[in-house]
């Protein structure tokens, strides 16, 4: 057994948190410079050189990239030889969340859903635990923000429908979404599972970095297929028109019941911010 | 497509010669507010009481900004989605309100209050929330302030950059997605 502390899961995810929201990923940052290389259209190309030059003032002022610093959403391995000290790996998630939203003057954008009082620290996280072997504790950071978030669906297709649906679901999906969620969007997509599942692996896409490419190539070819599709809507940058309508397609997919076909859109804006560590 | 320097409050005539897809550089005091402080500004509306501050020529920034580090005005400030707000606005427009400022689509309500009461619909870049930050100068709630950064804020802006997406004629700068292009029709 490898014993981890609490307090250094806290720092590593407040240290996260500050990171993700401050500093433009890489991936992130190169596919804007692809799409700024490809685009044509004058006003689709200001708004990227602004999304750019914003890397830039956050990375000096260490302002967040956007107000919207999301909700915190974390998917964790957890090795089976790891065992924890000085309290419960959940509350210290929270607790480097609420660490890290507080020192790092970032917005806490959690609130009841009725009375919509603010939680004041950004807490609770979205944790998602999975247990694989190994000695080691990993820890992956998203900060999700509501705009995106509010344009995505789950539903469930007749099996079918098939590819053909699940394509025409998607990609009207993001048509209707239109200028909203802040786009060139990243979309994440779960197919299969359950109603619940679908939309864990569909976030779950999300958190892979945009330079990959997925290990299944029919897959991979799905995930192209559709980036493809969904950039002839000439949405563009923030809705202005354009080539950049996504800056990817990720899809997950797992079995599913005999009787379904599980699809999940999760939409990710431009500000794609995420981060990991591994303890 | 034209380029202004306008300064608020805003008049007829300021928004009137004003066409999607015009740049406009903004200066002067516009306040923040977002879902819940809409719906206090509705409720003090609905009770007869006054607002926190002036409809007339006035300019709405639909932002919750992210909280102000030490030796800034505010934080982060880029716009939020504006369609939460569509249930609000006409009101708001038919009582003198200019100008809204943020993120997405209208409703064709408030498409529609926009043209019988000439005002606008504003565009700032969503996302580039250090960058607009850059452009407010003060920054002080002047109510609500239990809402945090739903709060209402009175902003001193300088030359912050927008773009006008409805215009007081009815035109949009929105693109139209191409369903047939990208197969689904
Ligand atoms: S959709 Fe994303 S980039 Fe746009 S305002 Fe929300 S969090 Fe920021």
Redesign the interface.
Known sequence: MRTIHTKDIVDAVAGMCVKANTELPDDVRAAFEKAMAEETSP?AKE?LR??L??AD??AD?????????GLAVYFVEVGDEVQIEGGNLRDAINEGTRKGYGEG?????ACDPFS?Q?T?DGTPAIIHFDFVPGDKLKIVYMAK???SE?MSRVTMLAPAQGWEGI??FV??R??EA?????PPTIIGIGIGGTFDHAAKIAKKSLMRRLDDTHPDPDIAAKEAELKE??N?????P?????KTTVLDVKMTVEPCHLASLPLAVNVQ???QRHEEVEL | MAEYKLTTPLTDEDVVQLKAGDVVFLTGKIYSAR??AHKKLVDLLDAGKDLPFDLEGASIYY???????PG?PI????P??S?RMDSYAPRLHSLGLKATIG???RNEETRKAMQDHKAVYF?A???????L??SIKKSEVIAFDE????AIREMTVEDF?L?VINDAHGNE???V???K????E
Do not use: W
């Open positions: 006003a708004v602004q999304l030059e914003n003032i956050s002022t260490k302002l967040p990239l956007c107000q919207d610093c003057f970032l917005r806490k954008s919509r603010n004041g923000g509501g705009g509010n394509k025409q990609i009207n993001v048509a239109g200028p909203n969620p802040c599709a969904i002839k809507l000439g949405i563009g923030m809705g202005l028109g354009g804006c431009h500000s | 879902d819940a932002v919750g900004p992210s909280p102000a580090p800034r934080g982060a400030a880029g939020t989605t369609y993120k997405g689509k565009g870049t969503g996302g580039a929330g250090a960058l930050s850059n809402l945090g950064p739903e950059p773009l700068l929105y693109a997605p191409d369903r292009a990208a197969g689904i």
